[in-house]
């Protein structure tokens, strides 16, 4: 099936992928006169004496927005925010499909750090959590930073932290299968925006030993002025060897490759030149980094994907549903490392029956993976202080 094609004849049928549906009937008087006027005035003057009654009385507790600015929807760029709506209508339908929450698409008119942030906090009174998508970097680490700080339900730029979640998970059982240990290796990830950025940081919070950072001017090394604000700030946690170079430079001896960049990047030769057993993981989409099949023929022990069509598909699916079903049954003030990494080792282990080289992930339709998801970050936000229930 041509999936683009088909997709866009499908989109035309359904005008839409999510919708409104009530939860109550108003089919009598009685019935309509509780539900709204008069008998709703009672509801609202108790939210009045005490706004945190609106977790109990609205559908707050379980209501979650998409938000974006439409500047880095999938890997179409800077498109939009009409256009970054068929994305943001999806990943709700996902969000309710997988997770049980309720969430709304919201496109912004601005790409005004300032504005967005405004923005957010004045409807954060509607929402239980807040969910970031496709928001250009450097912007979406100052958005997201800000709106942690002022909002005290949970902020999760999922480009960002699901996919560094989802990545971990897969990285966990793709070392179980070659007999490493998350603390000895030398992971290089390519592409420093916001995935590739949270990916980095986030596995060394996670335990691995060394990582290498690259973009297309090649690695990233502290004391490189030409650096970006961002990049300086990267390239000060990773690469303590100070090594040089171009990403050829980066992967010769590492045990993983992480490419969250550009297709066609890496050769065969390069894989070649890597640790015993190397693990390979190529997430750019539609055309990877390289290819599964020359990976596999290079020597890689295992391979993952970004594509549902190849075998271990690490997609953030698996992650944003499920977290934010835990944090939102717990009353989440915000999602923490505690809670992120519960996600990745619970995701890791709904693998069901023999770990395999075509099979380290569970599927992202598994409805027991999200599950599993959503009581192992409950559990954390719970032990780590943040829950209010």
């Known amino acids: 099936m041509d999936y683009r094609k088909q997709s866009l004849i499908e989109h035309a049928k359904w005008r839409g992928k999510i919708e409104i549906a009530p939860r109550v009937e108003v089919d009598t008087r009685e ?45 179409l760029g800077d498109i939009g925010p009409e256009a970054g709506m068929p994305v943001m209508e999806g990943k ?153 170079g171009a990403l050829q430079d980066a992967m010769r001896g590492a045990d993983v490759f992480i490419g969250v960049s550009v297709a066609g990047c890496v050769t065969g030769d390069m894989v070649r030149s890597m640790a015993k057993d190397p693990v390979v993981f190529t997430c750019a989409n539609p055309v990877p980094e390289i290819s599964r099949e020359e990976a596999l023929a290079a020597g890689a022990a295992v391979v993952g994907t970004g594509s549902s069509e190849k075998p271990n598909q690490i997609n953030n699916v698996l992650v944003f549903p499920g977290l934010f079903r835990g944090a939102l049954d717990v009353r989440a003030r915000t999602v923490n490392d505690e809670m992120m990494f519960a996600a990745s080792e619970a995701i890791a282990s709904c693998v069901k029956g023999d770990l395999s080289p075509d099979y380290i992930l569970p599927y992202a339709y598994d409805l027991s993976a999200h599950e599993a998801v959503a009581r192992a970050v409950a559990a954390a936000a719970r032990t780590s202080g943040v829950a209010r229930k």
């Open 31 to 75: 019935k309509l006169s509780l539900a709204y006027t008069p008998g709703v005035a009672e509801p609202c003057l108790a939210i009045q004496k005490d706004p945190e009654k609106s977790f109990e009385l609205t559908r707050r507790w379980n209501t979650v927005p998409v938000i974006t600015d439409g500047t880095a929807v999938l890997g």
């Open 92 to 244: 709700c339908a996902l969000f309710k499909a997988f997770g049980g929450v309720d969430a709304f698409p919201l496109c912004i008119r601005s790409k005004d750090p300032d504005e967005i942030v405004r923005t957010v906090e004045l409807l954060a009174g509607s929402f239980g959590g807040i969910n970031l998508e496709d928001i250009a970097a450097p912007r979406c680490f100052e958005i997201e930073r800000r709106l942690k700080e002022d909002l005290d339900i949970p902020v999760f730029h999922d480009d960002q932290h699901g996919t560094a979640v989802v990545m971990a998970a897969a990285l966990v059982n793709a070392l179980k299968l070659v007999g490493k240990e998350r603390e000895n290796i030398h992971v290089v990830i390519n592409g420093a925006g916001a995935a590739g950025t949270a990916i980095a940081k986030y596995l060394l919070r996670f335990g691995v030993g060394e990582v290498v950072a690259c973009d297309k001017c090649g690695i990233l090394c502290e004391g490189d002025e030409t650096l970006s604000p961002a990049h300086m700030e990267l390239a000060a946690l990773t690469n303590r060897g100070h090594i040089r």
